[in-house]
């Protein structure tokens, strides 16, 4: 599967953002999504994450009440919903795709399949 990541952009603090991952694959409904995220300097950390069907998703403390993940399968696209932005969250955006069918991960190595990221900085 192939994977473009998109949305990123300059935003103020407080602002809002949707980024999207476009998959290019018929099976798009098997996958587990995750994103995760690096920041200059840092290691790639983890976001958030969604089930196969959508029904499951959990999200790393530091986003959790401000950022939400969905999927639409028909679109076989997956979006993350980013409100209440704040400086730290200035980084490389990456989906990333499971195919074990599962409720998605918050472990990097168990992704299939990465996009390329899409940037967003937010200014204080």
């Known amino acids: 599967v192939q994977l473009q990541a998109s949305g990123g952009g300059l935003v103020q603090a407080g602002d809002s953002l949707r980024l999207s991952c476009a998959a290019s694959?018929?099976?798009?409904?098997?996958?587990?999504m995750g994103w995760f995220r690096q920041a200059p300097g840092k290691e790639r950390e983890f976001v958030a994450a969604?089930?196969?069907?959508?029904?499951?998703?959990h999200y790393a403390d530091s986003v959790k009440g401000r950022f939400t993940t969905s999927r639409d399968n028909a679109k076989n696209t997956v979006y993350l919903q980013m409100n209440s932005l704040k400086p730290e969250d200035t980084a490389v955006y990456y989906c990333a795709a499971d195919r074990s069918w599962g409720l998605g991960s918050s472990v990097s190595y168990e992704y299939d399949a990465w996009g390329q990221g899409t940037l967003v900085t937010v200014s204080s």
């Open positions: 969604i089930s196969w069907s959508g029904g499951s998703t």
């Open positions: 694959t018929h099976t798009f409904g098997g996958y587990a």
